[in-house]
């Protein structure tokens, strides 16, 4: 649907759009504001000192390393997959783009807590089979645990990439007699570079605020550092020192991606329908490769996690652990789905003010959403318990203040099915509500709320599925005795207790797999 | 219907703020004589505790859980308007670090116990202890010399083969001990020629012990508790440990102790809470299920650990009050580039 031109009936968006976007924009600038107070307090010149050190620049080097690799590994995985799944026999299996996102469902903690779980002489493997391989921890653990559930980011990227190639270039091409080699690096590759560009965006986001899968894995990133100042050493002012600099990080990034599409994409690009592709036909060899392949990636991204969590379960059946299982369900529900509802009614009057009235307070407001979802959410935690602290000691370790940050934190992420929706509801009829006597506010209600209820659950189940696996801002903003799955699953695993995770790892995955399903499936119907 | 979806929404809207603002709920108000305890003990092992407790006496206990030193600085930030009324800890630099916030515990509580496990003016006595070892796989280091000093930790031997958690506490304890003890500069020597070693740095005991039995490490620097937790389980546990030769500070015992907020409006039920801890009962808790070296004398240790009277010749005399300077410790770490 096009954007219809309606600035000619009002100019400004009525209050009570703006109010509750501003409000939550509010908080969010509030936040990053104050990190950058932080900063220049004293001069600058203190915050120098704790931060020019040669341990830090280590720190610096490390994360980059990661991200580097992890790019490179996910980019590896997500485009072979991506034109199996697009281009070949292959893309008449539904399963297998719905493979492609399952991983989502598995955050990085469960990832690396797996992995941990194999390895070593007293690991799963050593106990099943009697060899040993060696535990995969430090860089390549990290490594392993990001990329294996951060590629369906790029994945999707990439599949609507190739799915809204037009064919007619490619023939174009062959019919001046370049080969096939020639016309997937001169032809296809650039134009999927923009769907690359902004997936590698989100996994590198992703780097940067993962704490859990670094601190399992030992690997001494920027955010692994942050949360040992913080957490071990009670030293604030390094810890928000440090995550200043992730923040300076997730900017820069942000402005390259800029400069680099002209725009920020974000996030899923609608599905595009593959009409006129001539589909490969894979040879008897290929097919073995391929089914190698498949195996490969299944088998580490779930494979691995579920057939851990099994083994965990039947070797120490968890009767002891299950009440504090069904307290952890709880609290994280008590978190997770009040901060859904909040992100979908703050996303949806910052996407309708910006698809009906398009303008730079419209623009300012979605930026700074962007850029609350862009922000690790360790530094974004920090920057709440701080200002909560100084300003609004009354808040400090309340579950409000939690739910209000994860909600703001994910804000974005629930933006993306509103604004779909809002596009394809027509501005007419809430024109024709009004003109039969509607105030505005009831033509909205009236005409197209309607129209946008399924976007909206959709950003409400996307945030939902968001807030029960985040763990930074719930570690740090818990209020005390206050401990979701997330957490347990994390702190059970920091203490090397791995079978007595195995049962919270289960719970979480259980809601999420479930989650990401029905999200998935609801695409499908869609497209 | 379309009304209802508008009153709906803005109703769950406001609910959810009113839910986000809103005051201390019903959970956090207290009925007078029932006490309030901030524990940085955990809470696996303190609630069956507090259970018994509550059986014992009928006084019942709300417990707060935390890790000590975020505990300890809730405790400063709230000053005297805190509503604790007790304060357990893990170790006593936490405990030093309120001390001011704390009353001295009257004789008749404290008593029994030997001066050297309470604070010099009563403000805190410690409950149980944990002594430092070295934990190692018998496996990969047969037919080498363990090491008989720290000093040892810093030789060829060793090179690529040790585990250690510099940003945990009780090693930190061990660093302040070793500061006290044998002066700065050997303290700072010592770290810089073990940090050169190329050890590998873990998060906490558990995963120190866990190491040694994944074959990434051969010796770890520890608690010697855990190592019993993991063997309850498992007593094929790939995993030995033992003590450095007499009084290293690599020996040293720490406490866990708790103490009276001198704010506290139930002083006389906190004072029952503290001496039942050093009682009978509670004491053989501390070792029969969480593997601890008892305060009071009469309590043996289990089978199979070192007993108590020669864990106390090896390991270093030293003022539970001289263990407070955690900052020091962890400056030193920081200028050495290890935390």
């Not at chain 1, 029960?468 to 699953?489: C, D, H, Q, R």
């Not at chain 2, 930190?172 to 500069?185: N, W």
Request: one cysteine or more; a neutral charge; proline letters at 6%.
């Amino acid at each position: 649907m096009t954007r219809e031109n309606w600035k000619s009936v009002r100019q400004n968006p009525p209050w009570y759009f703006l109010l509750p976007a501003v409000l939550a924009a509010l908080v969010l600038a509030l936040c990053i504001l104050y990190l950058a107070l932080r900063a220049v307090e004293g001069g600058g010149g203190e915050l120098w000192e704790t931060l020019w050190r040669r341990r830090n620049l280590v720190l610096l080097g490390n994360t980059l390393r990661l991200a580097l690799g992890v790019i490179v590994f996910t980019t590896l995985i997500a485009f072979p997959l991506a034109w199996l799944s697009v281009r070949t026999e292959l893309s008449r299996w539904k399963f297998l783009s719905l493979l492609g996102v399952l991983p989502l469902a598995i955050p990085g903690y469960i990832m690396a807590w797996a992995i941990l779980s194999l390895g070593g002489d007293y690991g799963i493997v050593y106990r099943l089979t009697g060899q040993t391989v060696p535990r995969i921890s430090g860089y390549w653990g990290a490594l392993l645990a990001i990329s294996l559930y951060a590629f369906p980011y790029l994945y999707l990227n990439l599949r609507s990439a190739l799915l809204g190639l037009d064919p007619s270039h490619e023939d174009a091409a062959r019919s001046l007699g370049r080969g096939p080699v020639r016309i997937f690096l001169e032809i296809i590759l650039p134009q999927c570079r923009p769907a690359f560009l902004a997936g590698a965006l989100i996994v590198v986001l992703y780097v940067l605020g993962d704490f859990g899968s670094v601190t399992l894995m030992r690997y001494e990133t920027i955010s692994h550092a942050v949360f040992v100042q913080y957490n071990s050493l009670l030293d604030r002012q390094t810890a928000s020192g440090l995550a200043l600099v992730l923040v300076v990080l997730a900017a820069l990034l942000l402005w390259l991606e800029i400069r680099l599409l002209g725009r920020i994409r974000w996030y899923r690009v609608g599905t595009g329908t593959a009409r006129g592709i001539r589909l490969a036909k894979l040879t008897p060899l290929a097919w073995g490769v391929v089914a190698v392949f498949l195996l490969l990636v299944y088998g580490a991204a779930l494979l691995t996690p579920l057939g851990v969590i099994c083994f965990w379960l039947i070797e120490y059946p968890p009767v002891g652990e299950m009440p504090r299982v069904w307290r952890a369900l709880g609290d994280s529900l008590s978190v997770a789905v009040p901060a859904a509802f909040l992100a979908g009614a703050a996303a949806l009057p910052v996407a309708y003010i910006g698809v009906r009235y398009p303008s730079g307070i419209s623009r300012g407001l979605e930026r700074i959403s962007y850029f609350g979802y862009a922000m690790p959410p360790l530094a974004l935690a920090l920057a709440a318990a701080a200002i909560s602290l100084q300003l609004f000691p009354f808040l400090f370790q309340t579950l409000g203040l939690l739910i209000v940050i994860c909600a703001l934190h994910f804000l974005a992420e629930g933006m993306g099915p509103i604004r779909t929706a809002l596009y394809q509801a027509s501005p007419r009829l809430e024109e024709a509500a009004r003109s039969l006597g509607c105030n505005p506010l009831m033509a909205f209600f009236r005409s197209t709320f309607p129209l946008l209820v399924r976007g909206l659950l959709a950003g409400i189940a996307f945030v939902f599925l968001s807030v029960m696996k985040e763990l930074p801002i719930t570690y740090i903003l818990s209020p005390w005795g206050f401990s979701p799955l997330a957490v347990n699953i994390w702190d059970l695993a920091n203490e090397g207790m791995y079978a007595e995770a195995a049962p919270h790892a289960l719970a979480l995955l259980l809601i999420s797999l479930f989650f990401v399903g029905f999200l998935m499936l609801r695409e499908k119907r869609l497209s | 219907m379309r009304l209802f979806c508008l009153t709906a929404f803005s109703g769950l809207f406001a609910v959810i703020f009113f839910a986000a603002c809103g005051g201390p709920s019903a959970d956090e108000e207290e009925s007078p004589g029932e006490l309030s305890l901030y524990s940085g003990r955990s809470q696996a092992l303190v609630e069956p505790l507090l259970r018994e407790f509550e059986k014992d006496t009928g006084i019942r206990v709300r417990a707060r859980f935390g890790g000590t030193p975020q505990l300890a600085i809730a405790l400063q930030e709230e000053g005297e308007r805190t509503r604790a009324d007790l304060f357990w800890a893990q170790d006593a630099s936490a405990l030093g670090s309120v001390r001011n916030l704390l009353m001295p515990l009257p004789e008749e509580v404290v008593g029994e116990i030997p001066l050297e496990l309470r604070h010099e003016n009563n403000r805190w006595v410690a409950t149980s202890g944990r002594a430092r070892v070295f934990a190692y796989s018998p496996r990969r280091t047969e037919g080498e010399t363990l090491p008989e000093t720290l000093e040892d930790l810093t030789s060829e031997q060793w090179r690529g083969r040790i585990g250690w958690a510099p940003a945990n506490g009780s090693f930190q304890s061990f660093v302040t001990a070793m500061r006290v003890l044998q002066g700065e500069e050997a303290a700072k020597n010592w770290l810089a020629a073990l940090a050169a070693n190329e050890p590998k740095v873990y998060p906490n005991n558990t995963s120190l012990v866990q190491a040694v039995a994944a074959g990434e490490v051969d010796l770890v620097l520890t608690n010697h508790y855990y190592l019993y937790r993991f063997l309850e389980r498992d007593e094929d546990f790939p995993v030995a440990q033992s003590h450095f030769a007499g009084e290293s500070p690599g020996n040293l015992v720490n406490y866990a102790g708790v103490g009276i907020l001198a704010s506290s409006e139930n002083r006389e039920e906190a004072k029952i809470f503290v001496r039942w801890l050093l009682e009978r009962r509670a004491q053989e808790y501390f070792v029969q299920d969480v593997f601890e070296y008892p305060v009071v004398e009469e309590i043996e240790a289990l089978p199979g650990m070192l007993p108590y009277e020669e864990l106390r010749e090896l390991s270093p005399r030293i003022n539970l009050e001289a263990l407070e300077d955690m900052e020091g410790t962890i400056r030193m770490l920081r200028e050495l580039d290890i935390l």
